[in-house]
């Protein structure tokens, strides 16, 4: 199936994704398919940025067998690419290697498997699943199930344990010794789950817009635009007289005695 998949893909349908599952002679392939397309130059950019993300791709300018040699040796496939009719490069590429935990992106760890990650992980100085950072941990949980456990070396392969279900339900495992404990971590690549394409039915499309017009229809929106304003009905002695009976607060034995101050005052004139 992977084959057939290789063999289908071409730089049109190459992603930051998928680009790890092909290697440098179908790399090689899929650009020598594409020459006769007239909008290889214009995408050429974006189609060597996807293949970077993966590769290490070097322009080889000094075209001798001896230089060609150096980069066989290191790995690199080399070969000529036309980029069109007046232009051509010769590339060295080489499949980037996954050797570190910080090698690891989301796109490249489900093209990984378990043992290969347990290599990474032993590679990290031997600290264990915690010395890992949590954006570490996320990436590596997004592919892979992931379980550990911390024990005495007298107990971790106790039959019917832990390690002996793990194992035999499918997961790597990776023993990190830690004194006279044991961390076991271990690893099972997770099943890619595709999500059932909801069939579209304009039956049941209608009904719904049918539905949510008759919802908006049933919101009545109150129309205040001719309302009077309340500043229209402004009455200037109520609010003068309002104005001070809130603002001035009289006691009522006051007004009394006030009261009769003045009316002892009327009868003296």
Do not use: C
Not at 234 to 250: H, I, M, Q
């Amino acid at each position: 199936m992977k084959e057939q998949a290789k063999k289908s893909q071409t730089l049109k349908t190459l992603t930051k994704s998928n680009v790890w599952d092909v290697q440098e002679n179908d790399i090689f392939r899929m650009w020598e398919a594409a020459e006769k397309d007239a909008d290889l130059k214009d995408n050429m950019r974006h189609y060597i940025d996807i293949i970077k993300s993966a590769f290490e791709v070097e322009e080889v300018k000094v075209d001798k067998p001896e230089v060609i040699k150096k980069y066989e040796e290191r790995g690199y496939k080399v070969a000529s690419l036309r980029i069109d009719d007046n232009t051509k490069l010769k590339w060295a590429i080489k499949k980037r290697p996954i050797l570190r935990v910080t090698d690891l992106t989301y796109e490249n760890i489900r093209h990984i498997s378990a043992a290969k990650l347990m290599e990474v992980i032993d590679r990290n100085f031997g600290g264990g699943w915690e010395s890992l950072s949590q954006s570490i941990k996320d990436i590596i949980e997004s592919g892979f199930d992931i379980s550990t456990t911390t024990l005495p070396k007298d107990r971790l392969h106790k039959p019917g344990g832990m390690y002996e279900k793990k194992v035999n339900d499918g997961f790597e495992v990776l023993e990190i010794s830690k004194g006279t404990w044991v961390e076991a971590i271990f690893a099972k690549v997770k099943p890619i789950i595709e999500k059932p394409k909801k069939k579209f039915d304009p039956d049941e499309e209608e009904e719904i817009s049918e539905e949510e017009i008759n919802e908006d229809e049933d919101v009545e929106v109150e129309d205040h635009y001719n309302d009077i304003d309340e500043d229209d009905d402004f009455d200037e002695d109520k609010l003068t007289e309002e104005s001070y009976r809130t603002t001035f607060e009289t006691d009522p034995e006051d007004l009394t005695l006030e009261a009769a101050d003045v009316s002892d005052e009327d009868d003296g004139y």
